[in-house]
């Protein structure tokens, strides 16, 4: 209290003021103004760039401040491209803030802050970069800090360029042994539609050889086509003052996409770069993927790796990969080099190996696959063959893609041959989810090319059925998929035409085909569920379906179906015991076992909702000439048929017969009003009754021969409920 009211002290303490005020006022206004004179700035500038063909500008009007440094504030700043006038670099506003020990001793930059810098970097045809003589250029000042606040860095390649906006970056004891370095920024790309945030901080280390970054860290994250993901680089990077090259020891890269669980860690122990290439000795990955019931898992692997500005190749590399769903595992790996240029790549000898299991039901495995070739992909078009083994049968694979052409509004096309030994379908249709009988959902996905392919199989099996020498093309789009030059060996003959199935909802398909000297039971077993016809022969089809199961189908099944055969039997029913044993008024044993032999048999039938009606189709026997006319309905499984017997060689009076009902309960009648049409008395009637029934037992007698049959009634009315299993219509 006492020093307060000591005038002593007021003195001194008036006395400093005034003095540091003068400092001050001396430093601000004289000092400043000698050293931050703009003709010394222009000169200290002029330095600079020296020898580099370059040009400082800036405005005159530069502001200094004292406090906290002496700082000079310099506006709109550029630095020219060599020899031209256009500016290269510019900074909006560049604060230098000099120590108060360089207003005696050696200068040093206390700090240096960029607000708003925006830098052009680009290379030329001998990948030497746009600001190669600005780095070379030694600095004649140390500095402490370089702050950049909202800088901006456009990366200029030959075919695009990547800006880099909102940089900001921050480096502490810049001219130091040991100097931190944090920046972070925003990406823009043509590689994808959205920017992605950045960060990379680590210490860099001097030594007399060069530096070092011992842990070197960038991360950051974007998303493309609304899938977002983020990624981390981690390395001990150095560079060699000698060698010019850079070094990434311990390098480690992570890629996680959260929509799709998707990691991914990929290591290499060295990565060397310099201005031209990059180099890995070895590079390793391990991914893992999870999305929609479906898990992936995989490593990958690849030796002796180069990477240069418009290529790259790897001696080797190396997948083995999974897929896991709740019905399958999926295994496969690739083992081929890879060389890639600008705008394509190319695997010259490829081996690839699959394996598909389910993970309950068949335990058979499928799409076992050992195969070797080559791939190659340019531009958007693709191509490659292949040979070895599927399913342990031999096959041959080859494929060309051509992308669409907006202008011209051609679609993307892939054509192919495929040439298979054996392809057994078991394996492959017994997990068939529910549904799978519809239109195919890749084919109608935007973009998916239309598709034209050879395709040849030795021998095609399923459970029912066998197919030799199969060969046809297959046209596939978003609208249809056909086999319009089908032809194979089946039923042990053979058949061609051609098959398809519409995009319509539900899909409708088309069956046209011509098969000659078949066996003619499998065939209508497989068309129809009818299994009363044998024999061998030809056969002409061309029925339209409309369905997603075997009802709607047979409900819209029409068309026409044409037989002639030869050597068969009609399985179910003995006409020649039957009609006997009507005429003689006994019952009709008929059983399962029961058939008709016939040496010809032709029908011709039309084919409308799933009915199939045919008119005076014949069979013919050693014993009967048989005249059928009705139709068979496939939704019910019914047949409605009227015969007509004749005596084998003979044009005497036929014996009409009704066949009606379901296969396992027949109705078998002697068709009394078409035997007396025609006539109008009663006595008509009964001697036409008479004279067909005479003829008969007379042509009966003779060809049983030795046999005395019973004398059937003459006005005998004869009726049989005839109950078998199975005893269907002989036609369809």
């Known amino acids: 209290m006492k020093r307060l009211q000591s005038g002593k002290f007021w003195f001194k303490s008036f006395t400093a003021i005034v003095l540091f005020s003068a400092a001050a006022f001396t430093a601000q206004y004289i000092l400043l103004a000698w050293l931050f004179a703009p003709e010394k700035l222009r000169q200290a500038a002029d330095a600079a760039v020296a020898g580099t063909g370059r040009k400082v500008r800036f405005l005159d009007e530069g502001r200094t401040t004292v406090f906290p440094r002496p700082t000079v504030t310099l506006k709109q700043v550029e630095i020219t491209r060599p020899h031209g006038e256009a500016a290269e670099i510019r900074v909006e506003e560049m604060r230098l803030g000099i120590g108060w020990g360089s207003l005696w001793g050696t200068p040093r930059i206390e700090k240096w802050v960029l607000l708003r810098p925006e830098f052009s970097l680009s290379r030329d045809s001998g990948g030497k970069w746009n600001v190669a003589d600005l780095l070379a250029k030694e600095s004649r000042f140390d500095v402490d800090r370089i702050i950049v606040e909202d800088g901006r860095l456009l990366l200029d390649t030959p075919e695009r360029r990547h800006t880099l906006e909102s940089v900001s970056l921050n480096v502490n004891n810049a001219d130091d042994a040991q100097t931190q370095i944090k920046a972070s920024g925003r990406l823009k790309t043509p590689l994808w539609e959205e920017d992605a945030l950045w960060r990379l901080q680590g210490t860099l280390h001097r030594n007399a050889q060069g530096w070092r970054i011992p842990e070197l860290a960038a991360e950051g994250g974007s998303s493309r086509s609304g899938t977002a993901f983020s990624f981390r680089f981690a390395a001990d990077a150095s560079w060699q003052r000698d060698t010019g090259r850079t070094r990434f020891a311990k390098a ?236 194979a060996e089946l039923y042990n003959g053979s058949t061609e035409g051609g098959i398809s199935m519409a995009n319509t909802s539900p899909p409708t398909y088309h069956l046209q085909q011509y098969a000659r000297n078949i066996n003619i039971r499998p065939l209508m077993q497989d068309l129809f569920r009818y299994g009363s016809l044998s024999g061998s022969g030809d056969a002409e089809i061309d029925i339209t379906a409309q369905g997603g199961d075997r009802a709607s189908l047979t409900r819209t099944l029409a ?171 002989a036609t369809p």
């Not at 179906?561 to 050597?567: D, P, R, T």
């Open 252 to 487: 480690a890269f992570k890629l996680d996409i959260p929509d799709y669980d998707l990691h991914l860690n990929a290591e290499s122990p060295a990565i060397e770069a310099n201005g031209e290439s990059m180099t890995a000795a070895n590079a390793n990955a391990v991914l893992t993927a999870n999305r929609d019931g479906v898990s992936w898992d995989g490593t990958l692997s690849a030796k002796n790796i180069a990477v240069w500005s418009d290529r790259a190749s790897a001696e080797q590399i190396g997948a083995n990969a999974g897929r896991k769903t709740a019905a399958t595992h999926t295994a496969f790996t690739l083992d081929t080099p890879l060389a890639w240029r600008k705008g394509g790549w190319e695997m010259p000898a490829a081996k690839l190996t699959t394996r598909m299991e389910n993970a309950a039901g068949n335990p058979r495995p499928r799409l076992v696959s050992e195969l070797e070739g080559v791939w190659a992909y340019d531009k958007g078009r693709w191509q490659g063959s292949m040979k070895g083994q599927l399913d342990r049968e031999a096959v041959s694979l080859s494929a060309d893609y051509t992308p669409a052409e907006r202008g011209s509004g051609r679609p993307a096309k892939l054509t192919a041959a495929l040439s298979l030994d054996k392809l057994a379908l078991s394996p492959y249709l017994d997990n068939l989810p529910e549904g799978a009988a519809a239109y195919p959902v890749w084919l109608q996905k935007s973009g998916t090319p239309e598709i034209e392919a050879d395709i040849s199989i030795g021998t095609l099996q399923t459970a029912q059925l066998e197919i030799n020498k199969l060969s046809t093309r297959l046209l596939a789009d978003k609208h249809r998929i056909v086999l319009p030059d089908f032809r």
């Open 559 to 729: 068309g026409t179906l044409e037989l002639n055969l030869s050597k068969g039997t009609w399985q179910g029913i003995n006409l020649n015991q039957a009609l006997q044993n009507l005429l003689g008024n006994r019952p009709v044993q008929a059983e399962a076992q029961s058939v008709t032999p016939f040496e010809r048999f032709a029908v011709s039938s039309v084919i409308r909702k799933g009915i199939s009606r045919h008119e005076k189709a014949e069979l013919h026997s050693d014993r009967l000439r048989i005249e059928l006319t009705g139709d068979t309905d496939f939704n019910t499984m019914t047949l409605n048929e009227h015969l007509k017997l004749y005596p084998a060689g003979s044009d005497g009076s036929p014996v009409p017969i009704n066949i009606r009902g379901k296969p396992d309960n027949l109705s078998v009648t002697i068709d009394y009003k078409s035997l007396t049409e025609g006539l109008d008395t009663a006595e008509e009637k009964q001697q036409a009754l008479t004279r067909a029934i005479r003829e008969q037992w007379q042509w009966l007698s003779n060809q049983n021969s030795g046999k005395t049959p019973q004398r059937p009634s003459e006005n005998g009315r004869g009726s049989l409920r005839q109950r078998q299993n199975p005893a269907p219509s």
